[in-house]
């Protein structure tokens, strides 16, 4: 498996293209953990904690498949948290999914899924727990905050936080009292033009704009680093490199760090074996 890139002492892999699909990994040490399931890459299979943040299909679509490809490759099967209403709909997707197999799946047939309401709190283990927090999305939605406990002092910190699909009022209005004390924040920004229709756009659907990160550029102060994803189809790489660092204050674009795996496969050239002759 490709290693992630390197942020702090965590590996981020980064798959997310606004209203095409959204996979976020984040493994430290031993621990694998992802957010969102619109696409199953081939590093989603170590995943063995999915947090899913609402049931759009960008974000939940590959959800039967990560289940599948963890079975044949002999691992035990994930653990899926999710929203209530989200739970019978994946049990009847599963259903669906195992009658186009045409055989009995196991982790199709006993899908691992954890209902999660905003406010919630679940213990991972010993070391890791997750807590749940409402996102101002136009349907229902919430992100996560993991937290680790130091083995050492048996001090419980905030390590990471996902806000999946948002408006920026949960920063400006903190959904959770540690949003902006994590050490790696993952979240989205769709639009990266400032004009009136961006601007309504951002209103309507429920998505963040990069000028109101720049604009409050204060909150992010306490945040060790942020890893922005969603970032609309319209912009090519060199254009979202040129807005992001362009309209960010230099205090907070040193801090953040940009998903654009997705965006650079669009562009590979399809190949194959052996060339044809000419």
């Known amino acids: 498996m490709s290693r992630g890139y390197p942020i702090k002492d965590f590996y981020v892999y980064g798959w997310s293209v606004s ?9 430290k040490h031993r621990m694998f953990f992802m957010f969102d399931v619109g ?58 999914f ?3 197999q045409g055989e009995e799946i196991y982790s199709l047939l006993h899908p691992r899924l954890v209902e999660m309401s905003p ?12 807590e749940s927090f409402p996102t101002d999305h136009v349907c229902q939605s919430q992100g996560y905050i993991l937290f680790h406990k130091d083995y050492q002092s048996g001090v419980r910190r905030p390590e ?18 540690d949003i902006l004390r994590v050490r790696l924040l993952i979240s989205e920004v769709t639009y990266l033009d400032e004009n009136l229709r961006m601007k309504e756009n951002a209103e309507k659907y429920g998505h963040s704009r990069i000028h109101e990160y720049a604009e409050n550029a204060y909150l992010f102060e306490e945040v060790g680093a942020l890893f922005l994803i969603h970032f609309s189809d319209r912009y090519s790489v060199p254009a979202i490199k040129d807005r ?7 205090e907070l674009g040193r801090k953040v760090f940009c998903s654009l795996t997705a965006k650079k496969a669009s562009r590979l050239e399809h190949s194959a074996f052996p060339p044809l002759l000419q």
């Not at 990471?160 to 009292?177: L, S």
């Open 98 to 100: 195992g009658q186009l």
């Open 160 to 177: 990471i936080a996902y806000t999946g699909d948002t408006r920026f009022t949960i920063f400006t209005q903190p959904a959770h009292r």
């Open 244 to 250: 992001v660092y362009g309209y960010l204050p230099p």
């Open 19 to 27: 209203g095409n699909e959204t996979a976020i990994g984040v493994q």
């Open 119 to 130: 406010g919630s709190s679940i213990k991972i283990n010993s070391r890791w727990s997750v």
């Open 39 to 96: 696409i199953a890459p081939a590093w989603s299979v170590n995943a063995e904690h999915v947090f899913i943040s609402h049931g759009h299909i960008d974000h939940i679509g590959a959800i039967c498949q990560h289940m599948r490809k963890r079975e044949l490759n002999r691992l035990p099967p994930a653990l899926y948290y999710l929203l209530p209403h989200l739970i019978e709909p994946v049990r009847a997707l599963c259903r669906a």
